[in-house]
């Protein structure tokens, strides 16, 4: 069975270049989450889905990001313009539950290493 | 809001040793409760999880206790082994927030051969 799989693995790219990163969640999970991990501020919750539509986007960071999911089978999250800042790994994650459920694992996949010169 | 506390953020134990993880939440409505593992560049994955209806939990060498009254919850790791040395991540489910997990900050697990 195929975990979360995430595109491009690795990404470098000059600033003020747009930046789309691609998630397709485990078939049947209801949920999605998009994280960024770095050294400094550990792993972040940008935003996360349910049964497609964005439930919390409190963690995205500013107007420059944004996510989308217009399936159930694919997400996408978008930096314009991107910053040095910006460079980190990008996780997305999926669970399988949804409205009126609680606690479920989520599967992470393995991640987009970000990188902007 | 809701928080995770998570402690020690490095440990170093002798191969064979024990290794102990602690984690406090604040909310006390949480339920589940996972703990990750990431190795160097790799991803967070799944090792064990307890939910709030159950005070411990084992799978070979590892094990999770739970003490809701405290809101305190531990990762053990017996006869530690090279192969352990990982980032570990505890985390709490949320109330009324579906599948939402907080993380804690990671402890930096390193086993000494």
């Known amino acids: 069975d195929a975990g979360v799989i995430q595109s491009p693995r690795h990404e470098v790219t000059e600033m003020g270049q747009e930046v789309t990163l691609r998630c397709k969640p485990i078939s049947g999970h209801n949920s999605l989450f998009w994280y960024r991990q770095t050294m400094m501020r550990g792993l972040e919750l940008l935003i996360y889905f349910n049964n497609n539509v964005p439930i919390d986007d409190s963690g995205m960071p500013e107007d420059r990001f944004s996510a989308k999911m217009p399936n159930a089978s694919f997400s996408t999250l978008k930096i314009q313009p991107s910053e040095p800042r910006d460079s980190a790994v990008y996780f997305c994650?999926?669970?399988?539950?949804?409205?009126?459920?609680?606690?479920?694992?989520?599967?992470f996949g393995d991640g987009t290493r970000l990188s902007i010169l | 809001g809701e928080n995770v506390e998570q402690h020690p953020s490095t440990l170093s134990v002798q191969e064979g040793d024990s290794a102990v993880i602690k984690c406090t939440y604040s909310d006390s409505a949480s339920n589940y409760f996972p703990w990750y593992k990431q190795e160097l560049g790799k991803r967070p994955q799944l090792i064990i999880d307890?939910?709030?209806?159950?005070g411990e939990k084992k799978d070979q060498r590892i094990a999770v206790t739970l003490n809701k009254t405290a809101k305190h919850f531990s990762l053990h790791i017996t006869e530690t082994q090279p192969e352990d040395s990982a980032v570990y991540f505890c985390a709490a489910g949320v109330r009324g927030a579906t599948n939402k997990l907080i993380f804690g900050t990671g402890t930096l697990l390193a086993v000494q051969p």
């Open positions: 307890i939910r709030s209806n159950v």
């Open positions: 994650a999926s669970s399988p539950g949804g409205t009126g459920k609680e606690g479920q694992p989520q599967h």
